[in-house]
C-alpha cells in the first residue's frame, strides 16, 4: 500500500523528463547474488519494471524456480516469472541499469554497453573496490553513479537468495527521481540506504572490510567462525592497519559502516575471544553459513577480485614507494589458491604468516 506522501514512479518520471511512464525500467546487468536479491525487490512494486541480464543458466534457472529473496527476518518475497535475457539488446529500453558484476568483468563488459544504453539512461555501479567510476567514465557517456553494498547475499538454492548480514547501502548523493524512488521500494523491503557526497571515503571504508574476504576464502571456514578465532582476526587486524595508514599518508578518509570509528576495528579484533563475543556481538550476527563471495569464486573456479581489494592495498602503498606485506602476501595465497593449490590457511599459520609479513617490510 502507498504511503499518503509518496509520488508514484510515473510522475517522479514525468518530473524528470516531461513524459509519464507506466513503470520504472530498471535493468540488472550481471544477475548474480546482490543482483537477484536487489532486482526481486524492486520487482515487488509494480511501480518497476525489472528486467535481469545473465548467463544462460540464470535464465534456464530462474524460468523454473523463479526468483526469491529471503529478508533478514526470514521473509521470503518471490518472482514467479522473472524476466531474464541473455542478450544485451533488452537495455536499449532501459531507464536505470544496475551493473551488479565482479569489478574484474568491467573491462569486458562496458565495452559492449555502449552501443546498447540510450543517451539519458542513468547507470549505477555497485562494484567493490576503490576508483570504480572512471573506469566507467572511459567507456560510458551516460551518468554514473556510485553505490555500495556492504551486506552479504547467499545462493541457498536455485533461485533462492538469503541476506545473511545487516548494513545499510551506501548511495552516492543524487536528486535524479529515479534514484529516489528506487531508494523508497528498497526501504519499503527493508533495505536501508544513505546517501553521500564523499563516496571515495565510503569506497575505501567498504574496501577496509572487504580486506576479510581473503582471510576467509583462505580459512575455508564461515564467517562467523573464522572470526570467532582470534589468529585469523590478528590477521585481518594487520591487513586493515595497513590501509588505514596509507589513507592516514594520503589523507583519505575512510566511512565507517559500524557504530564504531574505523580505526578502533583493528584494536577490537585483537582482543581475546571472551571480550570480543562481547564487543563485537553485531559483527558476529551473521547467519552461520554466510561466507564471503571470495570463498563463492574460488568454489566455482573463477577468477577472484583479489585484485580489486587486497591488491588496491598493495598497489596503493606501491605508489608511496612503501610496502603492504600482508595484504601483498594474502594476494599471493589467492593466486596460488585459485590456480587449484589446496592451500587453507589454518591458525597455526597465521602467526608464521605474521611474522613473514614482518620480516619483508621494505625499508
Given at each position: 500500500?502507498?504511503?499518503?506522501n509518496?509520488?508514484?514512479?510515473?510522475?517522479?518520471?514525468?518530473?524528470?523528463?516531461?513524459?509519464?511512464?507506466?513503470?520504472?525500467?530498471?535493468?540488472?546487468?550481471?544477475?548474480?547474488?546482490?543482483?537477484?536479491?536487489?532486482?526481486?525487490?524492486?520487482?515487488?512494486?509494480?511501480?518497476?519494471?525489472?528486467?535481469?541480464?545473465?548467463?544462460?543458466?540464470?535464465?534456464?534457472?530462474?524460468?523454473?524456480?523463479?526468483?526469491?529473496?529471503?529478508?533478514?527476518e526470514?521473509?521470503?518475497?518471490?518472482?514467479t516469472?522473472?524476466?531474464?535475457?541473455?542478450e544485451?539488446?533488452?537495455?536499449?529500453?532501459?531507464?536505470?541499469?544496475?551493473?551488479?558484476?565482479?569489478?574484474?568483468?568491467?573491462?569486458?563488459?562496458?565495452?559492449?554497453?555502449?552501443?546498447?544504453?540510450?543517451?539519458?539512461?542513468?547507470?549505477?555501479?555497485?562494484?567493490?573496490?576503490?576508483?570504480?567510476?572512471?573506469?566507467?567514465?572511459?567507456?560510458?557517456?551516460?551518468?554514473?553513479?556510485?553505490?555500495?553494498?556492504p551486506?552479504?547475499?547467499?545462493?541457498?538454492?536455485?533461485?533462492?537468495?538469503?541476506?545473511t548480514?545487516g548494513?545499510?547501502?551506501?548511495?552516492?548523493?543524487?536528486?535524479?527521481?529515479?534514484?529516489?524512488?528506487?531508494?523508497?521500494q528498497?526501504?519499503?523491503?527493508?533495505?536501508?540506504?544513505?546517501?553521500?557526497?564523499?563516496?571515495?571515503?565510503?569506497?575505501?571504508?567498504?574496501?577496509?572490510?572487504?580486506?576479510?574476504?581473503a582471510?576467509?576464502?583462505?580459512?575455508?571456514?564461515?564467517?562467523?567462525?573464522?572470526l570467532?578465532?582470534?589468529?585469523?582476526?590478528?590477521?585481518?587486524?594487520?591487513?586493515?592497519?595497513?590501509?588505514?595508514?596509507l589513507c592516514?599518508?594520503?589523507?583519505?578518509?575512510?566511512?565507517?559502516?559500524?557504530?564504531?570509528?574505523?580505526?578502533?576495528?583493528?584494536?577490537?579484533?585483537?582482543?581475546?575471544?571472551?571480550?570480543?563475543?562481547?564487543?563485537?556481538k553485531?559483527?558476529?550476527?551473521?547467519?552461520?553459513?554466510?561466507?564471503?563471495?571470495?570463498?563463492d569464486?574460488?568454489?566455482?573456479?573463477?577468477?577472484?577480485?583479489?585484485?580489486?581489494?587486497?591488491?588496491?592495498?598493495?598497489?596503493?602503498?606501491?605508489?608511496?614507494?612503501?610496502?603492504?606485506?600482508?595484504?601483498?602476501?594474502?594476494?599471493?595465497?589467492v593466486?596460488?589458491?585459485?590456480?587449484?593449490?589446496?592451500?587453507?590457511?589454518?591458525?597455526?599459520?597465521?602467526?608464521?604468516?605474521?611474522?613473514?609479513?614482518?620480516?619483508s617490510?621494505?625499508?
Amino acid at each position: 500500500m502507498r504511503s499518503a506522501n509518496k509520488k508514484p514512479v510515473a510522475e517522479l518520471l514525468s518530473d524528470h523528463s516531461g513524459k509519464s511512464s507506466a513503470s520504472l525500467r530498471v535493468a540488472i546487468v550481471g544477475a548474480g547474488a546482490i543482483g537477484c536479491y536487489l532486482g526481486t525487490m524492486l520487482a515487488q512494486s509494480s511501480e518497476f519494471e525489472v528486467i535481469f541480464i545473465g548467463r544462460e543458466r540464470m535464465a534456464l534457472e530462474s524460468a523454473a524456480y523463479g526468483l526469491t529473496a529471503q529478508d533478514l527476518e526470514g521473509a521470503c518475497h518471490r518472482l514467479t516469472s522473472p524476466a531474464v535475457y541473455t542478450e544485451f539488446e533488452a537495455l536499449r529500453t532501459a531507464q536505470l541499469v544496475l551493473v551488479t558484476v565482479k569489478a574484474l568483468d568491467l573491462q569486458t563488459l562496458l565495452p559492449q554497453l555502449t552501443q546498447y544504453l540510450s543517451a539519458d539512461c542513468l547507470v549505477v555501479a555497485m562494484q567493490n573496490g576503490v576508483a570504480i567510476a572512471p573506469l566507467y567514465q572511459q567507456f560510458l557517456s551516460q551518468p554514473v553513479l556510485r553505490a555500495i553494498v556492504p551486506f552479504n547475499v547467499v545462493k541457498i538454492s536455485p533461485g533462492f537468495y538469503a541476506r545473511t548480514t545487516g548494513a545499510q547501502m551506501i548511495w552516492q548523493q543524487s536528486d535524479d527521481p529515479r534514484i529516489g524512488a528506487v531508494l523508497e521500494q528498497l526501504q519499503h523491503q527493508g533495505i536501508k540506504s544513505k546517501q553521500l557526497e564523499n563516496v571515495k571515503a565510503a569506497e575505501f571504508g567498504k574496501l577496509m572490510l572487504n580486506l576479510n574476504n581473503a582471510i576467509n576464502a583462505l580459512s575455508d571456514l564461515p564467517l562467523q567462525q573464522q572470526l570467532l578465532q582470534r589468529p585469523y582476526r590478528l590477521l585481518l587486524a594487520a591487513a586493515m592497519k595497513e590501509l588505514l595508514d596509507l589513507c592516514r599518508r594520503l589523507n583519505i578518509e575512510t566511512y565507517s559502516y559500524t557504530s564504531i570509528p574505523n580505526s578502533y576495528i583493528p584494536l577490537l579484533l585483537q582482543t581475546p575471544n571472551w571480550l570480543f563475543k562481547r564487543l563485537a556481538k553485531k559483527m558476529l550476527a551473521v547467519s552461520p553459513d554466510a561466507r564471503s563471495s571470495m570463498w563463492d569464486d574460488i568454489q566455482a573456479g573463477k577468477a577472484t577480485e583479489i585484485a580489486f581489494l587486497n591488491g588496491a592495498v598493495v598497489t596503493l602503498a606501491e605508489q608511496l614507494k612503501l610496502d603492504a606485506p600482508v595484504n601483498r602476501l594474502l594476494v599471493q595465497l589467492v593466486k596460488r589458491k585459485e590456480q587449484g593449490e589446496p592451500i587453507r590457511l589454518c591458525p597455526l599459520h597465521v602467526k608464521q604468516l605474521l611474522q613473514e609479513a614482518s620480516g619483508s617490510q621494505r625499508p
